[in-house]
Structure formats: structure tokens, C-alpha cells
């Protein structure tokens, strides 16, 4: 990608969202809501990872709100059980894919009476519900963030079926979004445009180039840090990991102490407020796309007064790379994974991991829970035994996929609702490791000149 291209994309994605100073405070609750999106994690695990690692001693908990398919009719069900039992100072709304009924876009939708007046009902009805949505969290108490729905992909070659139409169906919905943060004064986090842009951008020059998954819908580890950006720039977090000046200037967000300047050496100790924020090998793609290292994720070391020359970079006695005195006046540490304060943070993301894995499982049994058992009053684990036995007794053939579908239910189900308390308290615990495992502690940089 040259540099106009991503000069553009950069001047684009800044110019989305409204700024705001809605940055979330220790303590708080905060509930993600929404669809499969949000379900899946992606996007706010990383805001979770972010505030984890730049504000740690921040206590900030995000709850996992998404149920894959819903509506925001659905949504409107399940907010006492599944989203206000949490008590959030915030929640995050993000709804639409769902709303704007994919088979009214299908191929054979052009036959369907009325269609486009059932178009219309479907986004009048998501305005409606979302709006009751908004209405009903502020009645209880909490702050809310609007999050506009992110792209249907349906402009590059991929072999999932493309329903013409939908993308734009969402734009409308992304409107009625900002509407609502204008009557209701609340930030507005705008996915839609940033991902249509950048999408845009990159099929300039690879037509087949998509920051969507290839079902067409849901975005990869790609479009899930692309939303994570978008967010946090709408809700201003600090910009910096640290400032670390050593001769000119004052730190930032760190402390510098016991500088010793010798003939060939340089030494110093730095007690930072903040660790660098993780990434991984599948989110470099995205790092090619948006400005998240230089204006998000920046711990950098100046030094000034250094003698013409090569010096070896050690902290804590472990060597970190060796640098000229030039690129020691402006050196991204958050860039380098083999400091302390970077393998720190990749604890951080491993505990962040381990909670994930269980927030799924717990999340897909929650959604089975109200999607399918709570419809037929079924509430507790010894109706949910009695339910599946009582179905599969039905299904004579036990060579047909609907048996099969329901045995494959039945043992992913009833395991984790079954242990559904020891996976909520293990969740709490790895909660409380991560923000232990997060505390900075100080550093000892030593510079020692090669030539």
C-alpha cells in the first residue's frame, strides 16, 4: 500500500466519531451489547486489554452482553436477566446487522410483495426498539456509549452468497445512530463509516481485499482492532504509555530517578504508570492500516546529550537492541516485544486469553439458555436434563442431523451450566490476577556506548 493510500485512511478514520472525554473510571461496569459481533469479543476484549495495560490502577470490569442473532427486539427481552444484573455505570450499544433481515436482500427478495415497504418496517422497527433500548438503561442508571453497526461486506469476490442492498440498509442505521447521540447528548462511536473507508481504500488497489470475514459479516482480528481504534479515539484515553526524557524535556506518566551519567554510560531507573499494549501476529494487518502505535500506543525513551555513536540499550541487565544516538532521541520501547515492561503486558494478555475462553463458552450457554430453554420455561439444569432426553426420545433416527445437533447441544450445554458458578468465580479470580499482574514496577535503563 503506498503512502497516499494510507495517509488517506489515517486523515479518514480521525475524522469519525464525535470527540468525547467519556473515559471509563476504576470500578466501573461496563456491558458490550449487542449481536454476534459482540459476542464474539474481538473489539472490546482489546478496549479491555488497552485500559488493563494504560490505566492499571483503573479497575475497570467489561462484561460480554452479545447474543449471536439478536435483534434489538431481543435485546429489549433480555435486559433485566442478562445486562442490567450487571449494574453498569456504561453500557455499549451496537445493534443492526440482524435488524435490517437479510432475506428481505436475498436474490429472491425482488419477488416479495412490497418489499421495499418491508424494508422500511424493518429499520422503522429497529429505530423504535433501539431508542426503548436507549431509554430503559438511562431509567436505571447508566452512562451510554452508541456504537453504529459495522460494513456488510458486498463490494469484493468472496463465496459467500451477497445480499445487494444491506450495506446501504446499515448506513441508514448508522444515521439513526448519530441521531439519537445528538437528542440523547451521548458519544457516538461510528464503525460504519471508519470500516467502509478504509475498506474502501485498500479494494483501491486489491479488489478482492476485505477487513470482513469471509461470511461477509463479521469482521476478523483485522476489523476487530480497527473497531477497537475507532472506539477509543471517540472516547479520548490518554495517548501515551510514557514520555521518558532523559536531559530535555519533562516526563510523561512516568517517574525518572537516579540518572548517572558516566564517559562511555548512561543509567538511569524509570517507574512508569502505564505497560504497552500487547499485540499479536494477527493484528498486523490492521497496524498497517490505522495510526493505533503512533497516537495510541507510544512509551517513548529521548535522550538527549549522547555523544556521536552506537549504544547498547539494557533494562533490568537484559539487552534490548542497540541504537544510534539519533534514534535514542524518539525510540518507540512499545514497539520492541522484548523489554520487561512488553513481556509484562503479554502476561497481562494471556490471563485477558484464559477469561476469554471461558466468556465464550459462558456466553454461547447464556444465549441457548434464553434463545431456546428460557422460551419453553425451562430454567434450571435438571429441566434442561429432562428437556433433552424428552427430545431425543422424539427423534427416533439416530443417524439423522437433527439427533446429532441436539446430542451436540445437549454436551455443550449442560457441562457448563452445570459449572456454571465455579466458571463465573474463576472469571472474578483472573479478573483480580490481571489487575495485580498489571502494576508497573521500576525499571534500571542502562545505555552503554559501542564506539
Same mark, same amino acid.
Given at each position: 500500500m503506498n503512502k497516499l493510500i494510507l495517509t488517506v485512511i489515517l486523515f479518514c478514520i480521525s475524522l469519525t466519531g464525535r470527540a468525547q472525554s467519556n473515559v471509563f473510571k476504576n470500578g466501573d461496569q461496563v456491558c458490550f451489547i449487542g449481536n454476534s459481533i459482540t459476542m464474539q469479543g474481538g473489539f472490546h476484549h482489546n478496549i479491555a486489554?488497552?485500559?488493563?495495560?494504560?490505566?492499571?490502577?483503573?479497575?475497570?470490569?467489561?462484561?460480554?452482553?452479545?447474543?449471536?442473532?439478536?435483534?434489538?427486539?431481543?435485546?429489549?427481552?433480555?435486559?433485566?436477566?442478562?445486562?442490567?444484573?450487571?449494574h453498569p455505570n456504561w453500557s455499549v450499544i451496537m445493534l443492526g446487522m440482524n435488524d435490517v433481515r437479510r432475506d428481505f436482500y436475498s436474490k429472491d427478495s425482488v419477488n416479495v410483495p412490497d418489499i421495499e415497504k418491508k424494508k422500511q418496517w424493518a429499520l422503522d422497527l429497529y429505530r423504535k426498539n433501539y431508542e426503548i433500548i436507549i431509554q430503559t438503561l438511562l431509567k436505571n442508571g447508566s452512562k451510554i456509549i452508541l456504537q453504529t453497526p459495522s460494513i456488510y461486506e458486498e463490494s469484493t469476490a468472496l463465496a459467500a452468497?451477497?445480499?445487494?442492498?444491506?450495506?446501504? &440498509? %446499515? =448506513?441508514?442505521? @448508522?444515521?439513526?445512530?448519530?441521531?439519537?447521540?445528538?437528542?440523547y447528548n451521548l458519544p457516538v462511536v461510528?464503525?460504519?463509516?471508519?470500516?467502509?473507508?478504509?475498506?474502501?481504500?485498500?479494494?483501491?488497489?486489491?479488489?478482492?481485499?476485505?477487513?470482513v470475514g469471509k461470511d461477509r459479516e463479521h469482521p476478523g482480528n483485522v476489523g476487530h482492532l480497527i473497531m477497537s481504534y475507532q472506539f477509543l479515539r471517540t472516547t479520548q484515553p490518554k495517548p501515551m504509555v510514557s514520555s521518558i526524557n532523559i536531559g530535555h524535556g519533562k516526563s510523561v506518566n512516568c517517574i525518572v530517578s537516579?540518572?548517572?551519567?558516566?564517559?562511555?554510560?548512561?543509567?538511569?531507573?524509570?517507574?512508569?504508570?502505564?505497560?504497552?499494549?500487547?499485540?499479536?501476529?494477527?493484528?498486523?494487518? &490492521? %497496524? =498497517?492500516?490505522? @495510526?493505533?502505535?503512533?497516537?495510541?500506543?507510544?512509551?517513548v525513551l529521548n535522550v538527549s546529550a549522547l555523544s556521536p555513536g552506537k549504544y547498547r540499550l539494557k533494562i533490568d541487565g537484559?539487552?534490548?537492541?542497540?541504537y544510534s544516538e539519533s534514534e535514542l532521541k524518539g525510540l518507540n520501547l512499545a514497539l520492541l516485544s522484548n523489554t520487561p515492561q512488553y513481556l509484562q503486558a503479554k502476561k497481562v494478555l494471556a490471563l485477558f486469553q484464559e477469561s476469554w475462553k471461558l466468556e465464550a463458552d459462558y456466553r454461547w450457554m447464556r444465549a441457548y439458555a434464553i434463545g431456546r430453554l428460557n422460551a419453553r420455561k425451562i430454567y434450571s439444569v435438571p429441566d434442561a436434563e429432562i428437556y433433552f432426553a424428552g427430545q431425543l426420545q422424539k427423534l427416533t433416527d439416530t443417524t439423522s442431523v437433527a439427533y446429532k445437533n441436539l446430542i451436540g447441544e445437549r454436551d455443550k450445554y449442560l457441562p457448563v451450566a452445570k459449572n456454571e458458578r465455579q466458571m463465573l468465580a474463576r472469571m472474578d479470580q483472573l479478573h483480580d490476577m490481571i489487575y495485580h499482574e498489571n502494576q508497573p514496577v521500576p525499571h534500571y535503563f542502562e545505555l552503554i556506548k559501542l564506539n
Open positions: 486489554l488497552f485500559y488493563a495495560t494504560r490505566y492499571p490502577k483503573s479497575k475497570v470490569r467489561i462484561f460480554n452482553c452479545g447474543i449471536s442473532g439478536n435483534h434489538a427486539a431481543n435485546v429489549i427481552a433480555r435486559l433485566d436477566s442478562d445486562i442490567l444484573v450487571h452468497e451477497v445480499f445487494p442492498g444491506r450495506n446501504n &440498509a %446499515l =448506513k441508514i442505521c @448508522a444515521g439513526y445512530i448519530r441521531e439519537f447521540g445528538k437528542k461510528d464503525y460504519w463509516y471508519a470500516m467502509q473507508r478504509v475498506n474502501r481504500q485498500i479494494q483501491a488497489t486489491d479488489a478482492s481485499a476485505t477487513i537516579q540518572l548517572k551519567r558516566q564517559a562511555r554510560k548512561v543509567s538511569f531507573t524509570v517507574l512508569e504508570n502505564s505497560l504497552p499494549f500487547p499485540t499479536t501476529t494477527e493484528q498486523q494487518a &490492521a %497496524l =498497517k492500516l490505522i @495510526a493505533f502505535k503512533d497516537s495510541l500506543n507510544k512509551e537484559y539487552d534490548v537492541g542497540s
